[in-house]
């Protein structure tokens, strides 16, 4: 029973960090972009999903501040219903009014999960005791021979980040990624604001300043 203890256990730290980026684009006319002053982190999330769209925009806020550009919270600032019945005119108008340049978007695109089963086996491995002894041979056959099937539900998050200037109003940055099996919404947070910054980095989407 012990190697299959064991094997759970392996089983569960690699799926504790498991984020990383599938793809992402930068638009070639693009430069690295040195003149945002004001950057609006905006998370896309179900209303039920606050909390998450608070970690998000939090963990966003705090990687491109990390920077050196001035980077805010969406929800902070303007609360969850602040772009309610709004047309895009409007919204662009309200965050230009609040001398906002550039925004960066994060939606959680899909949540995919799937039940697996894994079959019982049995090990072939010689046990290596003295097979006179009735005690000593049941005990290590019983811990060595059998590891039962179980059902185990693995689950992945999508989500895909924009970097969008309003003076121009253009796409200038997309990027995607995933996420198997998350230990908590915080770690998926914490975890793909970390691949997203070094993505940026990477392309020289945002210079450090």
Do not use: H
């Not at 498991?18 to 999330?45: D, H, M, P, Q, R």
């Not at 969850?80 to 959680?108: G, I, R, Y």
């Not at 899909?110 to 049995?122: A, I």
């Not at 109003?169 to 908590?184: A, I, R």
Request: glycine content about 6%; some cysteine; proline content about 2%.
């Amino acid at each position: 029973m012990k190697y299959f203890t064991l094997y759970i256990t392996l089983i569960f730290l690699y799926s504790c960090n498991s984020t990383e980026i599938t793809s992402s684009w930068k638009a070639a006319e693009s430069s690295a972009v040195t003149n945002y002053k004001k950057i609006l982190v905006l998370g896309i999330f179900n209303d039920n999903d606050r909390s998450w769209t608070q970690q998000v925009e939090n963990e966003l806020t705090g990687q491109i501040s990390s920077l050196g550009y001035e980077a805010v919270s969406a929800l902070n600032l303007y609360g969850p219903k602040a772009f309610e019945n709004m047309s895009e005119e409007q919204v662009v108008a309200k965050l230009k009014s609040s001398q906002f340049d550039a925004v960066f978007t994060t939606a959680l695109l899909n949540v995919s999960s799937q039940e697996n089963y894994r079959p019982g086996s049995v090990s072939v491995e010689p046990v290596g005791v003295v097979y006179n002894r009735f005690g000593r041979y049941y005990r290590t056959v019983y811990d060595r021979v059998y590891q039962p099937g179980y059902y185990s539900t693995s689950t992945q998050y999508f989500l895909e980040s924009n970097l969008y200037d309003l003076n121009s109003g253009d796409l200038t940055y997309s990027v995607q990624g995933k996420t198997f099996n998350p230990s908590s919404t915080g770690a998926l947070s914490r975890d793909y604001g970390k691949q997203v910054l070094r993505d940026i980095k990477k392309k020289n989407v945002l210079i450090k300043r």
